[in-house]
């Protein structure tokens, strides 16, 4: 993945958000809050032109859904923005997050025009299809695993859950 493909996307910057407790414990419980507080006050309707190349370029030709693969243009083409979920099935964090992440993505993220992209760091394909089950939105394909390598080194992922806003 070259940077020239976020230059082209309209992505300028990549930031990372961490809950935290008062007393300096991570707490995803307090990242959550947070995001869902301020869910009202985000505008994901302002995608940029010409992105959805690049994110075809990103994400590969297709994603899964739960309704099988489709092309990742026509996938991601009325979305304001793209949220990358780094996570897997044997993370402890993972699994408590996804769960409320999913409630929220159901209940408010979707309808702004906030779609999902897990990107999977699952060990083998049965153990993805259980996780990937359990979740609303779409899905790196797990046999991609060259792309996942290059994702995770893009955006400098160094722990589970990750999620990275294009």
Known sequence: LEPKMFDDAGIDQICSAVGMTS???LSYKELLDWLWQTADSIDFEEAKEGSMAA???IFGETLKSKTGDHRTVEALAAKGAIAVYFSASWCGPCCEFTPDFARWYVETLSAKGLEVVLVSSDHDEAAFDMYYGEQPWLALPFSDR?????LLER???RGFPTITIL
């Open 155 to 157: 955006f400098n992922v």
């Open 23 to 25: 007393d300096g414990k």
């Open 146 to 150: 060259q792309r996942r390598e290059a």
């Open 55 to 57: 994110l075809a370029e």
